[in-house]
């Protein structure tokens, strides 16, 4: 197969567009730390989840005007950083977990495809399309974070002592904030590590995950992660890497991609989810694909927010 | 009478840089597209005729900085530039960063979604002179940091090309890069495009003034670019004839060094091959005065005859003597 | 092809050497660009004598470049910019002649990986448009030889010629020290191994340059008493059995400047005017610059083991 990555320039290029939920709601993300504790671990996660689920529901109905609301839910394992267990073992596990709690799980997708998912470099595509918020004083001419592998919300401390010998002493300057209120918050978050070979990091991985759920991903203008199912006569395989990247459970599910996204997670996500929205904050999204959601929930009378990140909305319940 | 205030006009402005490509071979199409894929997911443009050219995705920069003035104080601006590649014949690249500056909104910065969502635009914080900003732009000083400075942006990304694997960097001549800084200004209700200026000034820096009815800053940084490949090849063939030292010095030698200009250099020429009719203008204007095709033809006759002169086989009898 | 002058002490003339070098290869033919590479005293202009930049340019110059804050370094074009009555008309036939300085009064910084890969892009750009980069490097073990040496590793540099000069006066000490800066444990070549260089290759592509030799036969000292005469020659063949038996000898040698007051004190440019009307400098010096620059360009002398 030759892949088509030129074009003449009078083609126009054309993104095409992904059937949308009003809501995607994310029942949790499971680490093999998690997965260690045993099934009862997963019963209590459930149980916690499901008064959150009914309610995320709730909201929808009010999003969609009343009428029948598009959910759609989803279920994130890792196998990028640990790979433990395997899909026939542990997708009956937490499909009959969730089922116990009321709940029913649409999709379930593999950590690993947020960084690559059908030969196509998701992480690689979403950290070209990082254009960074420049701190006052910057005219682009810093290194970005495609080199330094660091995303910051602000501007950074710069390093005390002197920079050349027997030059000034740099005195201490705090960092700051973009756009803070009076004090800041400054949040610096790793995109990846190099040893030897790349590792995305956790963040930017959910950043990713999160441009998926809301039907921002495009490769060429083509639609990335889409869901497939397992033919009737086809048994949940051995390996990781033999399940589709986003595998679907339900036929009658509404789509994967949603307006809004909604998770429910343990509260130690927190950080992490924070690092998400710095990094949402400065993803330069496919216009195509922007723009279509933006005509689609028009046509429907749906309100969707400008900023990427406030299209995610979280529920940290107590616990780790 | 004085012409009405325009009011608060939108600017274009850039910088392009071009550079020798620091590989023995020319690239093929297929290559070029490798070379310069900088945003994964997005297509790689390649046009075949009337010659190969191949351009990048555009990448975005935020700055915040302040707009260059030459006479009253210099606003602060928030935004981004665009930049990208662009290769043509698989042998000389340009990188181009630019942005328009569009008429001031507010005098505070907004959330940095606001600015992702107007990819290329720049908005200032406060009143400033259209005029004002493209004189301080063009003013051959080097820009002073913190002042908007699309040059250094296109300069990053050309660096970061250039050092490329897929490049031997073996270049087969050796020669200089050329920046081409650029404003365009909105030309008169119904006028063409038109070039107020162009010069060239030392250290290879070159501005232009424009005038466009298109506030597309992506065709008319397309025209720059352009413009900037030409002067490149024109102000390279010139410095490559002078050190072969054409007309004296021994023929092996003039020979080797015009060598690779006829294999790399003399096939490219083409100007205005791309551009749109509504700016096509410009380059009538820059044919007429200084006539750059004329000077070109001229030095590439003159290679001809050398090349011709020098390669007779010398065993031939001169008929001449007697 | 880029050009490294190194010394292990100061005083050796490396930088009025290598400038001198880089002006007789561009009388040749050569465009060369000269960078200010001493980082803890960027006074190359001084010796191209350009006004306003001794000690460096008050903006943009190398210091600023490599640590990232200015975009492009300073270039000062000597043929236009030099107050030297010999060096204001570039003469017909020679190639371009460009000073990249240093910041003034910048001082040596420590390199990151940032500065190295702001190296590298500045030697490749450097190397596609001029014929000999003449790099001048502080004296000693300095972050300035580091640096080059973990530029010249990487491999977008492997396929570019690098060579090596390594300036020493004519005494023990200075022949001791100047093996020591090539060969020792924390020398050149060691240093460049750690990096990634090949040993041999490292080796093959470093060269010495005896500065400040007297020659004893010269007939400066034609009216010395014979015992201090006979002890001159003495002195002289030691340093050079010394110098073999370090591996400084002939076949690392690729050429000697005599003792000259000019490059001592005036510590500029040797011009022809110099020589022939003036009368300031000695012709055994111009000649001396002459074959060294030549010298620079000649395989065979680098093909000598």
Redesign the interface.
Known sequence: MTEQIFRETTAEPRTQSVPLAHVSLELGHLYMEDFEEGADRLREHFARVKPWADAAHAAAAVMSGGGRARVSTCFLVDDYFTQFSSPRELVPLLLGEAKAAGLEIDYLARESACAQADGVALAAAVEGRLVESPAEGSDG???GAR?TGWLSNGQRSPAAGT?????RVVPWTPPSEAGARRHSIFVDVELWSADPRRTWSCPFLASVWQLARLGLLRHRGNPVLEPRGLRPDQALPETWSALPPLLRLNDSAAPFAAYRTTSVLPSRFLPIEHAVRVILGQVDADSGALRQVAERAAGEGIQVPAEIADRAAYVFYPGP | MTPPDPGPQTVLCGEVRT??L?TSEALTARTATQLLNLRPDEHVLLSERPNLRVVSPHQLTGVDCRLPALTGGRPRAVGTVAVRAVLTEGRVLQTSAFARLVPGVGSHRKPWGHYLLRPGDIEPLARHQARDVVEGFLASA?LP?GVL?P??IA??LL?EV??H?LL????PF????TRLRWTALPAAEGAQASIERFTVA??GLRTVALRTPSADPSAVAALCEDLALHDWLLTTLLALVE?S?LGSGDGEAVLAALRPLVDHLLHLWMPGARVPDALAGVWETLERRPGFSRQWQSLVQRIRDQVALRTVPLSRPVMARS | MLVFAASDKGGTGRSVTSSNVAYRRALA?D?VCYLDFDF?SPTAAAVFDVPGASRGVA??GL?SHL??????P??I?VW?ESEHEELRYRPT?S?RLVLVPGDRD?????IGK?TVRRC??LF??LE????VVVVDLSAGRSYAVDMVLEATAQ???A??LSRWLVFHRWTHQHVIAAHGLVFGERGIVAGGVERGHDKGALRDSIRFVRAAVPDPESPLWAHVPLAQSEWMRKCDRDLTELAAELDLGYARLLGKIPLEPVLQWREQLITDEDVLASKVAGMPTRQALEELAAALVDEEAWERQ
Request: hydrophobic share 20%.
């Open positions: 001419t810093r290194p080199e920079a050349e010998a027997m030059g | 550079s020798v620091r080097p940091g400075n040059g250094s300069e990053r660096d250039l050092r694997q031997d960097q073996r270049a050796k020669s200089g890069r030392a250290d050190r030292r | 033919g465009d803890g903006a943009g210091h640590q990232g804050r200015h975009t492009e300073h270039r074009d236009a036939g190639g910048g001082g040596e910084f420590a940032d590298v892009n490749l750009q596609s448009e001029f014929d491999p977008e540099l396929r570019v």
